[in-house]
Nanobody
Framework: QVQLVESGGGLVQPGGSLRLSCVASGFTLDYLAIGWFRQAPGKEREGVSY????????YDADSVKGRFTISRDNAKNTVYLQMNSLKPEDTAVYYC?????????????????WGQGTQVTVSS
């Protein structure tokens, strides 16, 4: 059973940065594709960034492109989301999700395991 634990959220001013971490246990990260998703109050869950199991293929949603970077350290069983130039509209609960296999997919329904989420609030 894969367990995912996110950390690194918090309150930050517009223009600031945060780095989220997602630590996996119960299964080696080498065989898991990862997605970062977010959900704001009253809105649907949306995909933010994705990374293949090897780390060789990544994708960022248009809303975060150029500001967010996803990366992974399989030796540490950890995936990161570096978030720069944060905006108030980035405020949401951020979740990491894992699926068995090498390839990431856009749809949340295709992910098998989810973390509990970490709150990111961007406000002055």
């Amino acid at each position: 059973q894969v367990q995912l634990v996110e950390s690194g959220g918090g309150l930050v001013q517009p223009g600031g940065s945060l780095r989220l971490s997602c630590v996996a246990s119960g299964f080696t990260l080498d065989y898991l594709a990862i997605g970062w998703f977010r959900q704001a109050p009253g809105k649907e869950r949306e995909g933010v960034s994705y990374i293949s199991s090897s780390g060789g293929d990544t994708y960022d949603a248009d809303s975060v492109k150029g500001r967010f970077t996803i990366s992974r350290d399989n030796a540490k069983n950890t995936v990161y989301l570096q978030m720069n130039s944060l905006k108030p509209e980035d405020t949401a609960v951020y979740y990491c999700a894992a699926r068995l296999g090498s390839t990431w997919y856009y749809a949340p329904s295709l992910y098998d395991y989810w973390g509990q989420g970490t709150q990111v609030t961007v406000s002055s």
